[in-house]
């Protein structure tokens, strides 16, 4: 039976994407689950974002093939961007993931509006699987639910890879990986902002005026440094 079901890929991103292309390059049946209404949905939360590498290491090889080779219903044509070139999120988007998405190979095989809530397994008999049955648990097909703007969904599959990413699961303020006291309410009162801000865009008012402090010493940080301070130009005070 798991030979009929398809291995459900949890986000529609350049991971999703690209693990849904080898898939199919293997002749494996895949469904691709997305919890936003198009492919790099979370990529467009950071679209004014430069990457930190070039276009050569972002466009998976698989994806490539499936690109660049005419197929029934597909005349091909995708032309790769320069790589070299360091892309912003935006063009990740609109230039690779979209293109990918839309191919007739992996369109029919995305579902958007499903975000994932709970993975399980269920029995060969329709049984689920409690957390205490352990005998034949191996042998069962996975059990994916998801939350749909129709209501919840139960979709069965014989594999699940998880590449939805950590945009939405950001790192704990406090040490040791767990938030400090107090944490929780100040994201709620919007003391602590995750991600990617743009200060010079659609964050500007928002962070003009304020002390800020930032927590991080990546590209990300420094970059939100750098921004940071042409904005504190623009509004001295």
Request: charged share 20%; hydrophobic share 40%; proline share 7%.
């Amino acid at each position: 039976m798991q030979e009929n079901l398809p291995v459900i890929v949890i986000g529609a991103g350049p991971i999703g994407l690209a693990t849904a292309a080898h898939l199919r390059e293997r002749g494996l049946e895949v469904l691709v689950l997305e919890a936003g209404d198009s492919a790099g949905a979370a990529i467009a939360q950071w679209s004014h974002i430069k990457l930190f590498s070039p276009w050569r290491f972002n466009i998976d090889a698989a994806a490539r093939r499936l690109l660049e080779t005419p197929s029934e219903g597909y005349a091909g044509g995708w032309e790769a961007p320069r790589i070299t070139k360091l892309p912003t999120g935006a063009e990740l988007v609109s230039e690779y993931l979209q293109p990918l998405a839309a191919h007739p190979e992996l369109s029919p095989r995305i579902r958007y509006g499903h975000r994932v809530a709970k993975i399980s397994r269920v029995l060969a008999d329709g049984r689920g699987a409690d957390k205490a049955r352990t005998a034949h648990r191996d042998e069962a097909p996975f059990l994916v639910r998801t939350e749909t703007p129709g209501g919840p969904v139960d979709l069965l599959g014989r594999a699940v890879v998880d590449a939805s990413g950590t945009w939405n699961q950001p790192s704990p303020v406090g040490r040791a990986g767990i938030q400090a006291i107090g944490e929780a309410q100040a994201r709620e009162r919007g003391f602590i902002i995750c991600g990617l801000p743009d200060p010079l865009g659609a964050d500007e008012q928002e962070l003009a005026g304020k002390k800020l402090l930032v927590l991080g010493a990546g590209h990300s940080a420094a970059n939100t440094v750098i921004a940071l301070g042409r904005l504190q130009k623009k509004f001295p005070d």
